[in-house]
């Protein structure tokens, strides 16, 4: 917070000293800082330093300039894509992970860097959200896929100011899973066990934990946050009985350590549908280089397209891509089982952001109730597609509207809404029975993290 510091600093001393003047712009330049205009804080800055040398005129001006440019900035939307100044560089974070194939795909095949020439593709992974997102925060990534979690989380923290979703990535994808000798046949049989989530306060944790607590109550099941590439371990020694894990690692703990598949977690969901993964950026961004932003979009939309349509005909692209990134090949079968549960959309699925919002609240995750006013700003990836920014029930790709086969396997479309039909296979996770109750409130105050870990459970 040094730099907000400096505005307040350079007040008092300007008082001190009897200079109003100085004063008057420094405070201007701690406003500006604050509200994280540091274009507007360096020109007010100068102002300040004119005044300091006695060049009256240059002060003025200056001041002047500053006060322009902070009524402007407080106002600040994106410009039409024509009036975009091109970054030289457009920094990419994402996961090595299924379920943010389209970064995964448009990386390694050279679609993105193509789409945003002459900007320059620079590319970062990251393993954890809460990484990512502080990445973001300092300033060394510009675009992001990044879970429904730490997007909300990151929103809170900044108090609407740092992160746009500019995009929808992926939906659906996460299963739970048993040991394959566990007595574990349903979600009632949790009570009492151990269920691994990838991270605490990540999506999944707070999807288990909210779930969990609804069916069984509180404290009825321990959540154990294991990353994900730990769980298999953990589950052959019988330090956790299940896993709460986003495709592929739940397809991966099924065909290398034969676990039992529970339930999908989008049968537990109304709509039968959540969002998995956004695309993320950061306002100030958004508002400089919309034209580039698109451009990425733009590609995006296209694999997206690619993937929903046929999700099977990417499968060897993408282990071969998984693989380069993570120096290892997935086991067989692996991407194969776990593509089909994945939605490919380019539109988040704004209610099941509201949802994650009050859970987070719920599970004391949050200080505050967080709102998700402003979060999402559809605007780029709506011009992109052709659609129009309210038609919020429209689908973001043409699909059959009948039951379709898939390498011998039957789908039926279950639902239409912002991702259009949802593709299930009709063999799975008959009978499960849907929670639908409401969540209760938290029976102990805010939950830091620090306590929940060492406790290992919500």
């Known amino acids: 917070m040094t730099t907000i510091a400096r505005g307040p600093i350079a007040l008092i001393l300007a008082r001190v000293a009897g200079l109003v003047r100085l004063a008057r712009v420094a405070s201007l330049a701690a406003i500006a800082r604050v509200a994280g205009l540091a274009a507007i804080a360096r020109v007010a800055g100068l102002a300040a330093i004119a005044r300091v040398a006695g060049l009256a005129a240059i002060a003025r001006v200056a001041g002047l300039v500053a006060i322009a440019a902070l009524i402007a900035g407080c106002d600040a939307k994106p410009q039409s894509p024509g009036a975009d100044d091109a970054p030289p560089v457009l920094r990419l974070g994402y996961f090595p992970n299924l379920t943010h194939a389209q970064a995964v795909l448009g990386v390694a095949n050279g679609e993105f860097a193509a789409a945003i020439a002459p900007t320059k593709l620079e590319t970062k992974t990251f393993n954890a959200g809460p990484s990512l997102i502080e990445a973001l925060f300092a300033g060394e990534i510009d675009v992001a896929y990044v879970g429904p979690g730490p997007a909300l989380n990151a929103h809170a923290r900044s108090h609407g100011q740092a992160v746009r979703i500019v995009a929808g990535a992926a939906a659906n994808g996460v299963v739970i899973v048993a040991a394959k000798d566990s007595s574990i046949r349903t979600l009632d049989d949790l009570r009492g066990k151990r269920v691994a989530t990838p991270q605490l306060g990540n999506t999944q944790d707070i999807s288990a ?163 998700t006013t402003g979060l999402v700003d559809s605007r780029l990836i709506d011009a992109v597609v052709g659609r129009d920014a309210g038609a919020s029930n429209q689908a973001p790709h043409d699909a059959p509207a009948s039951p379709h086969a898939v390498n011998g396997r039957t789908f039926r479309p279950l639902s239409r809404g912002r991702l259009g039909p949802v593709w299930r296979d009709s063999r799975q996770n008959r009978g499960l029975e849907v929670v639908k109750t409401a969540p209760r409130a938290p029976k102990s105050p805010f939950l830091d993290g620090e306590n929940a870990e060492r406790r290992g459970r919500g």
């Open 209 to 371: 934990r909210h779930f969990l607590r609804e069916k069984l109550g509180a404290d009825a099941v321990t959540i154990v946050p294991v990353a994900n590439a730990e769980q298999a371990a953990m589950m052959d020694r019988g330090q956790i009985d299940a896993a709460w894990a986003p495709e592929p690692w739940g397809s991966r703990l099924m065909v290398e350590r034969g676990a039992r598949l529970i339930a999908d977690e989008s049968d537990l969901w109304p709509d039968k549908q959540f969002t998995l993964t956004v695309v993320i950026t950061t306002p100030e961004f958004l508002a400089k280089h919309p034209g580039t932003l698109r451009k990425l979009l733009g590609a995006h939309h296209a694999l997206t397209v690619k993937l929903a349509a046929d999700p099977q005909s990417q499968v060897k692209a993408l282990a071969d891509a998984l693989e380069k990134l993570n120096g290892k090949p997935l086991p067989a079968g692996v991407l194969e089982n776990a593509i089909g549960r994945v939605v490919f959309t380019d539109r988040p699925i704004e209610s099941s952001l509201s949802a994650f919002a009050r859970w987070s609240y719920d599970l004391g995750y949050a200080r505050e109730p967080i709102s």
